[in-house]
């Protein structure tokens, strides 16, 4: 036992998978954590439960761990040794309600759909499906919403050929690739985003982003700078997954690790936020801060010092940092892959009532672009979270419901820095 006290002291803090082994070298037991010392530890110390592994933790004579870069590989990772080594003390834990499966399914345009052992009958009867899995104490709709981030999983009726179809919302937050609209093929699809999440899932993460990588080159190289600036957003997005909320909270032994991202998950490639700040009717400027999946970019926030707006109009204000951002639009497609890049939003979200959303969006569509806009009230003491919807669809309308939280740091955000540039100036003048 002293040699696994100085493993556990030597442990990081990192999630991972740990490995534990009985005197034969047999792997027994395999788990995921947030924190691998943390979750380790709980093993030998405190009371225990009824679960297999914890009241036979004595036959552990060796422990071994592997870090991962996040929550979400540590689940893959586990899934794979579990069905590869099918430890006995994974295969004897059969708890219906925590064990959870993957599906890619046999279509033009193949779903991804979450499956419980106990509906295992239902997947035996399939024919042609990719099967991952199984993924013990997940929370299966928190890890289906971030996979659908990563990989832009479409979960909307395909376009019949020869109609016009309309864009789904996630199309317009730049979320969906086009199976509404028709503009993706069945065969572009399983190249962008099929094939993707198959190798992600098979713990092959250094491999997908080295596709994307020569992907985004070869695009950039054709002048499809969108495609090139999705695909960035894309390795990016990969490169620093949040996503502790995928775990039930017996899998989470440190709490302040699990709070540190909790609403990860619910975040988009792209949000940008905007403020008005002034005296009176002098010192008038704008701010423009720039959220992406991992918070805020602040090399991508802008300020604004307002030209044209005489007396004192918040609206007006509004619609001259917003027209003046929309002249950047063309750096979209000149340089989408540089760092200079202004690329457009996901969201807008602006501080401020239905005016202001109103202004926005009549500006954006004189420009013909379709983004979502939100607005927060906020009241003259600032206390309050009034939320402006800019459309009354029901999948916008759960999704702001969800956001809340985020979007009133950015709104927050926003404020701040138009302060900080207002003050700036006051001290220069």
């Given at each position: ?333 000149i340089a989408s892959v540089q760092k200079d890049a202004w690329p457009l939003p996901n ?83």
């Amino acid at each position: 036992m002293a040699t696994i006290e100085n493993k556990i002291k030597n442990l990081s803090q990192s999630p991972g998978i740990y490995l534990f082994y009985n005197k034969t070298k047999e792997l027994v037991y395999v788990g995921k954590a947030t924190s691998l010392k943390s979750r380790v530890s709980s093993y030998f110390r405190g009371a225990r439960t009824s679960r297999p592994i914890e009241q036979m933790i004595h036959e552990v004579t060796n422990i071994k761990v592997k870090e991962t870069d996040s929550v979400l590989e540590a689940i893959i990772l586990e899934g794979n040794y579990i069905k590869k080594y099918r430890p006995k003390y994974n295969i004897d834990w059969k708890d219906d309600k925590s064990w959870n499966y993957i599906i890619v399914t046999k279509e033009d345009y193949p779903q991804v759909k979450t499956l419980r052992a106990h509906e295992e009958n239902k997947r035996k009867k399939a024919k042609g499906e990719s099967v991952f899995g199984p993924y013990p104490g997940l929370k299966t709709r928190e890890m289906m919403k971030l996979l659908q981030r990563l990989f832009y999983i479409s979960n909307c009726k395909p376009c019949q050929s020869g109609k016009l179809c309309r864009p789904c919302l996630y199309h317009q937050m730049g979320q969906c690739l086009g199976v509404c609209t028709g503009e993706i093929s069945p065969k572009e699809y399983k190249e962008k985003v099929i094939r993707p999440l198959v190798s992600f899932l098979r713990g092959r993460k250094k491999r997908v982003i080295k596709d994307l990588e020569k992907d985004m080159l070869i695009a950039a190289h054709d002048k499809k700078f969108e495609e090139a600036t999705r695909l960035r957003n894309q390795i990016s997005a990969l490169q620093r997954i949040q996503d502790i909320a995928l775990l039930n909270k017996s899998f989470v032994v440190n709490p302040s690790v699990q709070t540190r991202l909790i609403a990860s998950v619910q975040k988009i490639s792209r949000i940008e936020g905007y403020d008005i700040s002034n005296l009176g009717t002098s010192g008038k400027v704008g701010s423009m801060v720039v959220f992406d999946s991992s918070g805020p970019v602040k090399s991508e926030y802008r300020k604004f010092k307002i030209k044209g707006v005489k007396g004192q109009s918040d609206v007006d204000c509004l619609a001259e940092v917003i027209e003046r951002r929309l002249q950047h639009v063309e750096t979209r497609l000149i340089a989408s892959v540089q760092k200079d890049a202004w690329p457009l939003p996901n969201f807008i979200l602006v501080d401020g009532g239905l005016p202001q959303v109103n202004r926005t969006k009549k500006i954006l569509k004189e420009n013909k672009i379709d983004i979502p806009v939100v607005g927060i009230a906020k009241g003259p003491a600032r206390k309050k979270n009034e939320f402006i919807l800019g459309s009354k669809k029901k999948d916008f309308v759960e999704w702001v419901n969800e956001n809340q939280n985020l979007l009133i740091r950015v709104r927050d955000e926003a404020h701040r820095f138009a302060i900080t540039y207002q003050k700036k100036l006051r001290k220069i003048r």
